[in-house]
């Protein structure tokens, strides 16, 4: 009889660590992120209609009212800084180019306005962020840089990737690093 008690007792104290898994496991999806298909939807599409973009910042505005006057300084300004990384920039790459924001009155006061600069081509997109460290090397645009164009759940993505490999590399023998370019990173594992 006592045998049979302390095997009831074993199976109970297995069900009850089941039952502690099976909380823990529910707490974890819990704190997940919550998608439903429409907003899924809404990111692809973004995603698809930004593929091709990329965001140009720390180029100047120049100081007129005339909007045309505005754009063909920014796109000859563009060029010249493509120029800089290497790259020949025809009227045929490019889709749109606009500056994104409210025009301020006073330019000398506040940050210049980044660029969002549509692309025809897909390789000449990877090739303009693979040559943006060749901007910090002129002198005319140290201050600028190529990014590119990316929704908000994509910057999120990056940011909370950069945490996790912090807080594991700080936890554990080995380092951490998020590579590949921004908006398709991931965390690599490296020894100390």
Known sequence: MFQGLSEVRIRLDAMEENIEN??????????APKYDNQEMITELRLREEKRWNVIVKGIPEVNDKNPENRNKF????????????????????????????????DLNKERPRMIILGLTDQKLRERILRNAHLARKTSEFKQAYVDPDLTKAQIQDDNEMRKEAAKRSESG???????????????????K
């Open 74 to 105: 920014d796109l000859d300004r563009v060029k010249t800084f493509m120029a800089a990384l290497d790259i020949s920039l025809g009227q045929p790459d490019i889709h749109f180019l606009y500056r994104m924001g409210k025009r301020e009155s």
């Open 173 to 191: 023998n080995d380092i951490w690093k998020v590579k590949g370019l921004r908006g398709a990173r991931r965390l690599v594992k490296l020894r």
């Open 22 to 31: 099976q909380g823990a496991r529910l707490s974890t999806l819990e704190k």
